[in-house]
């Protein structure tokens, strides 16, 4: 396959000035094919910006941008036909109804049988649970029930690419648990390319994830490959008991790189034990520890960093993200 | 996806992508809420309201003034004309104003623009939507109702096709200022100035008309009557020869200038 084929977005050098200001510096992402890609960074980082630039909403400074291979100043009609589009803080006309809105929106992609049309308003509407308020005008809904619209008219046309801006941002927990479950359902369909603040939404659904800082790329990795890290293989074992004696032991072992012992205060004790060789620490390393008879192990694992703190060490300063 | 292989896709290409779309949208904001029969209301009462009163009170004029009853006609034309002509195309700024400001403030427009519809649409539609129902609350309807008091006051109509065409010059007056508040719509982003121009060239008319010599065959000032000129409005009207045609054209040539500019401008608007 070609390498275009299985990219839905690819940027190069993507960049956009405001007034002297850089946005967006030289962005170049990869977004692969029926991937759900998340896009983090601070507020201001250009998140916003960057899905903009995507639709044709605005103009890049320099750079270019392809979706679907379809470039996004010259073929952006093209490429909005096979998108959906949910905005940060989406507004649609308010003296439509949930059931207007989304026949407004289906207009722009489909024209003829009316009863087909009708019948995919109905499904969208049920699958974003707003059923029972379908011909209800929209003023009087909550941020809620305007995000789950909003879903509903991203998705109304089947679009191969979904750009969500925030999905989940407005949403009670019960809510965030339906977005995200209409995006694991969407999956098998659709690529979709999301920002979002909510750290613990990405690393559920995300295969993908780039972080960006002040306009401009500091990480794209597969999420599995940023939890990872880059301090290498780490496992983790809460003890009881003085090991003093076990860490020489440990180190003796060529497989095991460093040995980090932290007490906690209460007889107990955090060891992170780095390895060069992977199936030699899972066939050895629990045993060995175990072989000493003044020692209990609580608890053994293999370290995982948590995207919070892959994000917080990257981003760095920055204390709010969004 | 598969699953729209059982729908039509909508086959507008080029500028006229999401046009039938939008231009049903924008009709529907007119003649499926209250906003036709209310500006009818509130500008028959204005418009139509004077022009009954004046006749209404025309017997004792006409007595002091010994006036006859053609001249009294010809100023009840006057008068129609000039409250059609100024307060018809208040309305017509009125309503316009937030035509466009409105939209690229709340968001809509990003909305509508990151779906498959053309930005020379989204303009076109509101255009085409909007001219079509102010000329027919403000031309249409005040026409019709001056037309049948008069016919009433006079116990004959006046001549049908002068007033027709007489109407066609209001209209492009109206018109002026309708594209004139749709390109300032593009260009500000505020309600102010694109209310603020519109109504300020419309009234420099009645005070500074005769400061601005040549100046003012370049506007559309000299088609209803303002600052001592009786108006083109009403010569064709009273199947007067026209004095100058020239506001007419220059007219035509402000209403295309200010589309096009519109159209360019939004083209290029950021969102």
Same mark, same amino acid.
């Given at each position: 396959m070609h390498h275009e084929e299985t990219l839905v977005i690819n940027t190069q050098g993507?960049?956009?000035?405001? +007034?002297?200001?850089?946005?967006?510096?030289?962005?170049?992402?990869?977004?692969?094919?029926?991937?759900?890609?998340?896009?983090?960074?601070?507020?201001?980082?250009? +998140?916003?910006?960057?899905?903009?630039?995507?639709?044709?909403?605005?103009?890049?400074?320099?750079?270019?941008?392809?979706?679907?291979?379809?470039?996004?100043? +010259?073929?952006?009609?093209?490429?909005?036909?096979?998108?959906?589009?949910?905005?940060?803080?989406?507004?649609?006309?308010?003296?439509?109804?949930?059931?207007?809105?989304?026949?407004?929106?289906?207009?722009?992609?489909?024209?003829?049988? +009316?009863?087909?049309?009708?019948?995919?308003?109905?499904?969208?509407?049920?699958?974003?649970?707003?059923?029972?308020k379908a011909d209800r005008s929209i003023k009087g809904f909550s941020g809620g029930e305007r995000q789950r619209l909003g879903i509903a008219q991203a998705q109304i046309n089947y679009p191969d690419l979904l750009i969500l801006d925030e999905p989940a941002a407005s949403l009670d927990p019960m809510g965030r648990h339906d977005v995200l479950e209409v995006m694991e359902r969407l999956r098998k369909h659709t690529t979709i390319f999301y920002s979002t603040h909510i750290l613990s939404d990405v690393q559920r659904v995300s295969d993908t994830v780039a972080i960006l800082k002040k306009g401009q790329l500091i990480a794209q990795a597969p999420i599995d490959a940023l939890l990872a890290g880059n301090e290498g293989v780490i496992y983790t074992l809460s003890v009881k008991g003085d090991g003093q004696g076990m860490e020489e032991r440990l180190c003796s072992h060529s497989w095991v790189t460093a040995v980090n012992i932290v007490p906690d205060g209460n007889g107990s004790s955090l060891w992170?034990?780095?390895?060069?060789?992977?199936?030699?620490?899972?066939?050895?390393?629990?045993?060995?520890?175990?072989?000493?008879?003044?020692?209990?192990v609580t608890a053994f694992g293999r370290k995982q960093h948590d995207l919070e703190e892959v994000f917080m060490s990257m981003v760095g300063e920055e204390k709010h993200v969004g | 996806m598969s699953a729209n292989a059982t729908f039509q896709p909508v086959n507008e290409r080029g500028w006229r992508r999401g046009f039938a779309n939008l231009l049903r949208y924008e009709n529907s904001t007119w003649w499926r809420t209250r906003r036709w029969w209310i500006n009818s209301l509130i500008w028959l009462v204005i418009i139509?309201?004077?022009? /009954?009163?004046?006749?209404?009170?025309?017997?004792?004029?006409?007595?002091?003034?010994?006036?006859?009853?053609?001249?009294?006609?010809?100023?009840?034309?006057?008068?129609?004309?000039?409250?059609?002509?100024?307060?018809? %195309?208040?309305?017509?700024?009125?309503?316009?104003?937030? %035509?466009?400001?409105?939209?690229?403030?709340?968001?809509?427009?990003?909305?509508? /623009?990151?779906?498959?519809a053309s930005r020379t649409a989204f303009i076109l539609a509101k255009l085409v939507a909007n001219v079509a129902a102010l000329f027919v609350v403000l031309l249409v309807l005040q026409g019709t109702?001056?037309? /049948?008091?008069?016919?009433?006051?006079?116990?004959?109509?006046?001549? /049908?096709?002068?007033?027709?065409?007489?109407?066609?010059?209001?209209?492009?007056?109206?018109?002026?200022?309708?594209?004139?508040?749709?390109?300032?719509?593009?260009?500000?982003?505020?309600?102010?100035?694109?209310?603020?121009?519109?109504?300020?060239?419309?009234?420099?008319?009645?005070?500074l008309m005769g400061y601005m010599g040549q100046f003012a065959y370049l506007m559309p000032w000299m088609i209803i009557p303002s600052g001592g000129v009786q108006g083109l409005a009403i010569e064709v009207m009273l199947e007067q020869p026209l004095s100058t045609t020239t506001p007419i054209v220059a007219t035509v040539v402000w209403i295309v200038i200010f589309t096009g500019v519109a159209l360019w401008r939004f083209a290029r608007e950021e969102f």
């Open positions: 993507l960049t956009k000035t405001f +007034k002297g200001v850089n946005a967006l510096q030289a962005l170049n992402l990869k977004v692969p094919k029926n991937s759900i890609f998340g896009f983090l960074g601070p507020n201001g980082a250009g +998140k916003t910006t960057t899905i903009k630039l995507l639709l044709g909403l605005a103009r890049p400074t320099s750079g270019s941008a392809s979706v679907f291979g379809l470039d996004v100043v +010259k073929d952006s009609t093209g490429i909005r036909k096979r998108v959906g589009y949910l905005a940060q803080d989406p507004r649609y006309y308010e003296s439509m109804t949930a059931r207007e809105t989304l026949r407004f929106t289906a207009r722009f992609f489909y024209s003829g049988s +009316k009863a087909a049309i009708e019948e995919r308003i109905d499904q969208t509407l049920e699958l974003v649970g707003l059923s029972d992170q034990v780095s390895v060069a060789d992977e199936t030699a620490a899972e066939d050895h390393l629990l045993r060995l520890v175990l072989e000493d008879r003044t020692l209990t | 139509n309201g004077t022009l /009954l009163a004046m006749l209404a009170s025309s017997a004792e004029v006409t007595e002091a003034l010994q006036q006859t009853p053609e001249q009294v006609m010809e100023q009840a034309r006057t008068v129609f004309v000039v409250m059609a002509g100024i307060f018809g %195309t208040v309305g017509v700024i009125i309503a316009m104003q937030g %035509t466009i400001i409105d939209e690229k403030k709340s968001g809509t427009a990003a909305w509508i /623009l990151s779906k498959p109702v001056a037309y /049948l008091q008069l016919t009433a006051y006079s116990g004959s109509p006046p001549p /049908l096709m002068p007033f027709v065409f007489g109407m066609g010059l209001l209209g492009l007056h109206m018109l002026f200022y309708l594209a004139l508040t749709l390109v300032l719509g593009t260009l500000f982003q505020d309600r102010g100035p694109v209310i603020g121009i519109p109504i300020g060239i419309l009234f420099s008319a009645m005070f």
